[in-house]
């Protein structure tokens, strides 16, 4: 079974500082998605940033980017010039490639980021 | 367009009795998802439906939990004989294809008393 290890239960940042959240994972698998998602007060999941493990280039989302070394199974996310509306509890993500979808996404245990303004 | 949702946003139960959840995916949305997210747990996976086609319950905590999705669209979560650990966020999600990306709705955060 796939498990992923976010060792970093809370961090805070300065506003428009750059902040990165680490994400560890542990799989037998060659090819599999890895996602990171953003849950606010509100409760609701908001996807951020994707990347399928066979794409060498890191992902990017404006002010969100990914560093993805598949050999080190390490998925960190970078947020650059952090805004208030930053601020929520970031969980990464995996899901297998294969299987058609029926293990659902594994999630880390969440990192919450704190913004200070 | 619309988002996933889901209701109701807030049910509070006493112990012993049945709930259902109910959740409306996003129009055109084959895959649909159920989570669960407790303090203790964190997010757990619980079932997955394909369009029609019967899903695999291994996920589900325990018999008393079942799950139902009619005409490939709504989905309803039944938890019988509720138990304060069923205390949770019980989210869902839908997604195009199976391997796409999920998106999800508000949640529903179950009490019980």
């Known amino acids: 079974a796939q498990t992923v290890t976010q060792s970093q239960p809370e961090m805070s940042v300065q506003e428009a500082e750059t902040v990165t959240l680490s994400c560890t994972y542990d799989?037998?698998?060659?090819?599999?998605?890895l996602f990171w998602y953003k849950q606010p007060p509100s409760r609701q999941m908001i996807l951020v940033i994707r990347q399928e493990a066979y794409k060498q280039q890191n992902a990017t989302e404006n002010r969100f980017s990914v560093n993805f070394q598949k050999a080190a199974k390490s998925f960190s996310l970078k947020i650059s010039d952090s805004q208030l509306g930053d601020a929520a509890m970031y969980f990464c993500a995996y899901r297998s490639y294969s299987g058609g979808g029926a293990d659902g996404l594994t999630f880390g245990k969440g990192t919450h980021l704190i913004i200070q303004p | 367009g619309a988002g996933v949702s889901q209701s109701p946003s807030n049910k509070v139960t006493e112990k012993g009795k049945d709930v259902e959840l109910r959740c409306d995916p996003i129009s055109g949305h084959t895959a649909l998802y159920w989570y669960r997210q407790s303090l203790g747990q964190g997010l757990e996976f619980l079932i997955y439906f394909q369009g029609n086609s019967a899903p695999d319950k291994s996920g589900l905590p325990s018999d008393r939990f079942s799950a139902e999705r009619t005409g490939g669209s709504v989905s309803t979560l039944t938890i019988q004989r509720t138990q304060q650990e069923d205390s949770a966020v019980y989210l869902c999600a839908s997604s195009q294809e199976a391997p796409l990306e999920q998106y999800f709705g508000p949640g529903t955060r179950l009490t019980v008393t």
């Open positions: 799989t037998s698998e060659s090819d599999y998605y």
